[in-house]
């Protein structure tokens, strides 16, 4: 029994739920550390850090949007950036009206 619990632990643990799984990114593009949308600027690399995080070391990217018009965009270029450099964390920093 104590084997078969382990087993749906493990299968329930390796099947978590992807955040941005149904997230679209239709007309990004991620070119020399610069988001386009539609082939504009709408955010920039910012900087990559260095960090501690639960116990690892890992590099970090911000981006910066150009415009709070695409900030509804953030959430896109997050999964762009990870899909593009899967081993880095990513932050999109976003714009006030």
């Known amino acids: 029994m104590k084997k078969l619990s382990l087993i749906l632990l ?3 643990a390796s099947c978590a739920i992807n955040p941005l799984k ?8 991620y070119k020399d550390g610069n988001i386009y949308y539609n082939n504009e600027l ?3 690399l910012s900087a990559i850090e260095m960090a501690y995080d639960d116990g690892k070391i890992v590099k970090e990217a911000t981006f910066v949007l150009t415009s709070f018009k695409y900030n509804e965009k953030a959430l896109s270029i997050i999964k762009l950036v990870k899909n593009a450099r899967p081993s880095m964390e990513v932050e999109v920093e976003l714009k006030s009206k």
């Open 42 to 44: 709408c955010a920039t």
């Open 10 to 12: 493990l299968a329930l």
């Open 22 to 29: 149904h997230v679209d990114t239709t007309g990004l593009v």
